[in-house]
C-alpha cells in the first residue's frame, strides 16, 4: 500500500547565525538553486517556497527565514538538505508556520495545482 503524505501546511526553516541580514541574503541564491535546479521548469513546484528574514533574540545576528508549503515529512527532508548546503557552522531549525504570514505560499500551491483556492 502506497504511504499518503499528510495535508501540506506552511513550515518554517530557519537558518540560524548570520551576523548581517546582508550574510543571510547571501544564502538565497544557493538555496534556490537547491530547491529548484531548473527555474524555467513548468509549474507546479515540487515544493512552493518563499524566503524572509527574522532578527534573533540576541538582537545581534538574523536568521533567513525559508518557508515551504508542503507535508511535515518534505518539510524535514528539505530542512536535511538546507542543513548540508550551509554546513555546521549554521544552525537549522523546523517549524510549523502561520500560514496567515506566508499566505502566497499556500495559494502558489493551489492555484498551480488547478484545485482554485482553497476556503
Do not use: K, N
Not at 548546503?85 to 502561520?98: F, I, P, W
Amino acid at each position: 500500500m502506497p504511504m499518503v503524505e499528510a495535508e501540506p501546511r506552511v513550515y518554517e526553516i530557519r537558518i540560524h547565525g548570520c551576523p548581517t541580514s546582508q550574510e543571510a541574503l547571501a544564502l538565497q541564491d544557493p538555496i534556490e538553486r537547491l530547491l529548484c535546479p531548473d527555474p524555467d521548469h513548468a509549474p507546479p513546484c515540487e515544493v512552493p517556497w518563499s524566503f524572509t528574514l527574522a532578527g534573533q533574540d540576541d538582537g545581534a545576528s538574523t536568521a533567513l527565514v525559508l518557508g515551504v508549503y508542503t507535508s511535515s515529512g518534505r518539510a524535514a527532508r528539505v530542512a536535511d538538505r538546507v542543513r548540508a548546503l550551509v554546513g555546521e557552522t549554521r544552525s537549522v531549525a523546523v517549524s510549523e508556520g502561520d500560514a496567515g504570514e506566508w499566505e502566497e505560499l499556500v495559494e502558489q500551491y493551489w492555484f498551480e495545482r488547478g484545485l482554485g483556492q482553497r476556503s
